[in-house]
C-alpha cells in the first residue's frame, strides 16, 4: 500500500507558520506533512519509514478492500473485453490491432465504473495514520463517506480522471499484450510458443514468455496513464488534504500539480514504486487469463 501514498506526495511545501499555529494545527495535515517529507526520499526510504511509523501491517493498509475489489473488477475487465472485442469485429467491422485498442479501454471503463466505490474506501483507507484512524474499517468508511460527503456521489470523487486514466491504461495494456503475442507467435513459435493444452491446433505463448509480454504491457500502459492516477488519488482523498479546496475538479488538481512540482516531480512522483507494483501484478493477471482460457476450453 506504501504505492498508495507514493502517488499523493506532489503537494507544495507548508507555508512557515507562527509556533502557536503550528501547535494548533490539525493532525490530518501534520501527519500529511510527515508522510510527504519520507517520501521525497524515494521508493526505499517509503518502505523504512512506513514500518518505523505503523509497523509492518502499515504496508498492508487498505489492502482488505483492495482484495474484496480486486475479484469483480479483474472478472468484470476480462469478460468485458471478450464481449468488446466480439461486438467491435462482427457489429463495427473492425479488426486487426486497432479492435484490441477499443476493447481494452472500454472493457477498463466498465469494471472501473462498476467497482469504484471499492477503489475509494481503499484509498482513504491506506492513508490513514496510526493512531488518527477517521475509519475503523471497510463497513464504517463506507457509512462515513455516505453520511458526510454527499451520499451516493461521494464514493465516485474523481471518477472522471479515473476513466480517461483507465481507457489508455487498459487500452494500451491489451493492445500491446496481444500485439507481442501475435508478432511473437508469428515470428518464432518454435521459440516462443506451444500448442494450447485444450486445443493442439491453436499455438499459445509459453508460461514465462506470458509473464514477459504481460509485465511490458503493464509497464507501458502505466507510463501513459500515471498523470490521470495521480489526479485520481488526490480527488478520492478529498477534504483529508490540507490543501482540497484547489484540487476540486480535474482540471483543477492537474493545474496545481503541475504549476507546483511540474512534471517529473509531481505528476510522474511516484511511478517507480508503481512499476514494481503494476509490472508483476499485469504479468500475473495476463498469464492467468491466458491460463483460464486453456482450463475453461476456450481456444
Not at 506451444?194 to 499455438?203: A, K, Q, T, Y
Amino acid at each position: 500500500m506504501a504505492a498508495e501514498a507514493a502517488a499523493l506526495a506532489a503537494a507544495d511545501p507548508p507555508a512557515a507558520i507562527p509556533q502557536a499555529a503550528g501547535a494548533a494545527a490539525p493532525t490530518a495535515r501534520r501527519d500529511f506533512y510527515w508522510l510527504r517529507s519520507f517520501l521525497a526520499g524515494g521508493v526505499f526510504s517509503t518502505l523504512r519509514a512506513v514500518p518505523q511509523k505503523e509497523g509492518y501491517l502499515g504496508l498492508y493498509k487498505g489492502n482488505g478492500a483492495m482484495m474484496i475489489r480486486i475479484f469483480p473488477y479483474g472478472a468484470i475487465q476480462f469478460m468485458a473485453f471478450e464481449h468488446y472485442k466480439t461486438f467491435i469485429t462482427t457489429k463495427l467491422g473492425i479488426s486487426g490491432h486497432v479492435h484490441r485498442l477499443m476493447a481494452g479501454s472500454m472493457a477498463g471503463m466498465t469494471a472501473v465504473i462498476c467497482t469504484y466505490p471499492l477503489d475509494m474506501v481503499r484509498v482513504r483507507l491506506a492513508f490513514q495514520v496510526k493512531g488518527e484512524h477517521t475509519y475503523t474499517g471497510i463497513i464504517h468508511a463506507f457509512k462515513t463517506i455516505y453520511a458526510k460527503e454527499g451520499g451516493f456521489l461521494g464514493f465516485y470523487r474523481g471518477l472522471m480522471p479515473t476513466i480517461l486514466g483507465m481507457a489508455p491504461y487498459a487500452g494500451v495494456s491489451f493492445f500491446t499484450f496481444g500485439t507481442l503475442k501475435s508478432v511473437g507467435l508469428s515470428h518464432a513459435p518454435t521459440l516462443l510458443g506451444r500448442p494450447s493444452s485444450d486445443n493442439p491446433n491453436v499455438l499459445v505463448l509459453k508460461t514465462h514468455i506470458n509473464l514477459l509480454c504481460g509485465g511490458v504491457a503493464g509497464a507501458i500502459a502505466q507510463t501513459i496513464s500515471y498523470p490521470f492516477d495521480v489526479t485520481r488519488r488526490r480527488m478520492q482523498l478529498g477534504t483529508v488534504l490540507p490543501e482540497f479546496e484547489k484540487c476540486l475538479t480535474m482540471r483543477e488538481t492537474m493545474k496545481y500539480v503541475y504549476g507546483h512540482h511540474g512534471i517529473r516531480r509531481g505528476l510522474y512522483r511516484g511511478l517507480s514504486l508503481n512499476y514494481i507494483r503494476c509490472i508483476p501484478s499485469q504479468a500475473v493477471a495476463f498469464t492467468t487469463y491466458e491460463l483460464m482460457k486453456q482450463f475453461f476450453h476456450l481456444n
